[in-house]
């Protein structure tokens, strides 16, 4: 009830004065049915103007922590986590991953929308990076199609770290259902997971038009954080400027993925 409260009074009508989405491709989405919405991961406000833009609803799985703060501001924060349309998920312990595949499931095999970001976590710097395959997975189990879907502007409208979002144009682009019937019953199959994500992450890259890393964006944050850490301090004026932190960072990259900034593999034909 809370859900369609704030998509249709307290939320979604202000989202779309003050920042205009565009949505393109909406028809792709099913009327009714399962299915997996499979999208990069640039902003925070991903999760807000996805599911308030579609007509469906659209649960995402989010981090436990926005739903067990204490007090006033804790119980607000988890209502509007829910009333956004997103379940708890513990990410910690060896569990994690499982405890993700079977809530996801659970929200499938009920005919719901399910939104999942392959990349794990929001993009460092723009750029779109590794997917992980769970989402192929519970493509699989769940027999459902894959629908890309590219968040477009929500980074420079809530840029990471930033609680107050500035003005500006967001899209969001619904790529057609990808259907992977083709690999029915080869769910553990590690090279089939692996090329059915390439699938997918090819799709994002030509509906957002980022640039590919293939390396996973965990790590990467964890690289530039690093590199900031241990950023000289500026010098005194006319000192040389310090090294940028990306192009620091990058050479590592390159010695754990030589084909870092190549495309992922192109979508394999059906076999026969």
Same mark, same amino acid.
């Given at each position: 009830?809370?859900?369609?409260?704030?998509?249709?009074?307290?939320?979604?009508?202000?989202?779309?004065?003050?920042?205009?989405?565009?949505?393109?491709?909406?028809?792709?989405?099913?009327?009714?049915?399962?299915?997996?919405?499979?999208?990069?991961?640039?902003?925070?406000?991903?999760?807000?103007?996805?599911?308030?833009?579609?007509?469906?609803?659209?649960?995402?799985?989010?981090?436990?922590?926005?739903?067990?703060?204490?007090?006033?501001?804790?119980?607000?924060?988890?209502?509007?986590?829910?009333?956004?349309?997103?379940?708890?998920?513990?990410?910690?312990?060896?569990?994690?991953?499982?405890?993700?595949?079977?809530?996801?499931?659970?929200?499938?095999?009920?005919?719901?929308?399910?939104?999942?970001?392959?990349?794990?976590?929001?993009?460092?710097?723009?750029?779109?990076?590794?997917?992980?395959?769970?989402?192929?997975?519970?493509?699989?189990?769940?027999?459902?199609?894959?629908?890309?879907?590219?968040?477009?502007?929500?980074?420079?409208?809530?840029?990471?770290?930033?609680?107050?979002?500035?003005?500006?144009?967001?899209?969001?682009?619904?790529?057609?259902?990808?259907?992977?019937?083709?690999?029915?019953?080869?769910?553990?199959?590690?090279?089939?997971?692996?090329?059915?994500?390439?699938?997918?992450?090819?799709?994002?890259?030509?509906?957002?038009?980022?640039?590919?890393?293939?390396?996973?964006?965990?790590?990467?944050?964890? +690289?530039?954080?690093? &590199?900031?850490?241990?950023?000289?301090? *500026?010098?005194?004026? !006319? /000192? =040389?400027? @310090? #090294?940028?932190? +990306?192009?620091?960072? &990058?050479?590592?990259?390159?010695?754990? *993925?030589?084909?870092? !900034? /190549? =495309?992922? @593999? #192109?979508?394999?034909?059906?076999?026969?």
């Amino acid at each position: 009830m809370f859900y369609w409260l704030l998509k249709g009074i307290l939320l979604g009508p202000f989202l779309r004065a003050i920042f205009r989405p565009e949505v393109t491709g909406e028809e792709n989405v099913p009327v009714e049915g399962a299915a997996i919405l499979a999208s990069n991961h640039l902003s925070f406000s991903d999760s807000i103007f996805l599911p308030l833009m579609l007509r469906r609803r659209v649960t995402f799985l989010a981090k436990s922590d926005y739903f067990t703060g204490r007090g006033l501001k804790g119980r607000l924060k988890a209502g509007f986590f829910k009333g956004v349309g997103q379940l708890p998920l513990d990410r910690t312990g060896g569990g994690s991953s499982g405890a993700a595949l079977a809530t996801g499931l659970r929200l499938l095999r009920s005919a719901q929308l399910l939104g999942i970001y392959p990349e794990g976590t929001r993009s460092p710097d723009g750029r779109l990076y590794r997917g992980k395959t769970g989402v192929a997975r519970m493509a699989l189990e769940a027999r459902v199609p894959v629908l890309p879907v590219a968040m477009i502007g929500t980074d420079k409208v809530q840029p990471i770290g930033k609680v107050v979002p500035h003005l500006g144009r967001v899209r969001i682009v619904v790529g057609p259902p990808l259907d992977f019937s083709r690999y029915e019953g080869m769910e553990d199959d590690r090279f089939v997971l692996r090329s059915i994500t390439d699938e997918i992450m090819y799709e994002l890259m030509l509906l957002s038009g980022q640039e590919y890393v293939d390396v996973y964006a965990a790590p990467m944050k964890e +690289r530039l954080a690093a &590199a900031r850490r241990h950023r000289p301090a *500026a010098g005194p004026p !006319g /000192a =040389p400027a @310090a #090294p940028d932190d +990306r192009a620091d960072v &990058a050479s590592s990259a390159a010695a754990v *993925a030589p084909v870092e !900034g /190549a =495309p992922p @593999a #192109p979508p394999h034909a059906a076999p026969e």
